[in-house]
């Protein structure tokens, strides 16, 4: 696992800091921009879609973004993915929060597979955000670009290289990793990785 | 393409450390913008508990869209409520989120459900957690009863 150590006697220096918050309900955006203030960020830029958004990263760099999941346009998942296949690495490579409000294990496995770094489940705390924010300056993620996925590692547990390929260092772990522990997936969380589409209700 | 792996810089890292403002003082000033804006938050969830007590009257007229609207302004709620004081609330939106995603798996909508939902959610907004029995009686009911409804595997 990542260790990502204590937070309790960091500091924040935001003095120039940029964030984006991507959301469009205002008074949501107020709460978010708040807690921000609180912490002394300057720079706060809001928007209501995907598409400003992407016209807003493309002009000026950003520190973090907070993207909301449900968007109107576009929704956040497809937002991020959009912004990992950036060819502009301001882009590609911003550190990105997805906030979700009711939010389900498929979410989480979609939130994790579309490139974002974090997902924050609302209502979304001072203690929580400011504690992520440091995670994720800490973390030492590797960034992937293939075919099918471009973002930060998603494996938490690091086991090297492929058997077999190149870069294989003798302490890397074992190649087996034993019998899964945890239980069954649902039904519905398996059809989250084959479908993840948004619930039209 | 083959996968690449890169460091790319992490411009955050730069911005933690024993400079600037620390954890205690950066939430405790948050909390305090927070405050600020409680009656613009109360006015918010009452707003989206409008919404859903008219949109249920409606149900009748269209009941995707409507699911939709319902869905929203629960998950609204569910999103800011504890923020500004409502747990429960909170919780019993976040409960009415999940009864109403059932309606995408086949289980259909329980206009009841949803009725005892919206009912529990009106007297959660008055309580604002103020008596812990009433509002443990009524998450508790809401629970069961999500339970029942959950469809089977």
Request: aromatic share 6%; net charge neutral.
């Amino acid at each position: 696992m990542i260790k990502l150590g204590a937070t309790s006697s960091v500091k924040l220096d935001f003095a120039s800091a940029n964030i984006l918050i991507v959301e469009d309900k205002v008074s949501e955006q107020d709460i978010l921009a708040q807690i921000l203030m609180g912490f002394g960020v300057p720079g706060i830029q809001r928007r209501s879609t995907a598409d400003e958004a992407l016209r807003a990263t493309a002009v000026e760099a950003f520190d973090l973004a907070l993207i909301d999941a449900s968007l109107k346009d576009t929704d956040g998942y497809q937002l991020i993915m959009s912004m990992r296949r950036s060819e502009q690495a301001s882009i590609k490579h911003l550190p990105i929060f997805l906030l979700c409000g009711h939010v389900q294990r498929p979410d989480v496995m979609r939130a994790r597979d579309c490139g974002a770094n974090f997902v924050l489940s609302k209502p979304i705390s001072p203690q929580v955000l400011f504690d992520r924010i440091v995670w994720l300056a800490r973390a030492k993620r590797i960034f992937v670009e293939s075919d099918s996925y471009v973002g930060p590692d998603r494996r938490f547990k690091s086991f090297g290289p492929p058997v077999g390929t190149a870069g294989r260092r003798h302490d890397d772990l074992s190649a087996h990793v034993g019998e899964a522990t945890g239980e069954n997936m649902s039904q519905d969380a398996i059809d989250g990785f084959f479908n993840p589409s948004k619930v039209s209700l | 393409m083959p996968a690449t792996f890169t460091t790319p810089p992490n411009n955050l890292a730069k911005r933690v450390g024993s400079k600037g403002v620390s954890r205690s003082s950066a939430i405790q000033q948050a909390e305090a913008n927070i405050a600020s804006m409680r009656d613009d938050g109360v006015a918010y969830i009452d707003e989206n508990l409008e919404i859903l007590n008219s949109t249920f009257l409606s149900l009748p007229d269209g009941p995707a869209d409507v699911i939709e609207k319902l869905y929203e302004a629960s998950d609204s709620i569910a999103g800011t409520a504890a923020l500004f004081g409502f747990n429960s609330l909170g919780k019993a939106a976040y409960s009415l989120c999940q009864l109403l995603s059932y309606a995408d798996r086949g289980a259909g909508l329980n206009r009841p459900a949803v009725k005892a939902h919206l009912d529990g959610m009106q007297m959660l907004r008055r309580f604002a957690d103020a008596d812990p029995a009433a509002t443990k009686m009524i998450l508790d009911n809401l629970s069961r009863l999500l339970a029942h409804l959950a469809p089977k595997r």
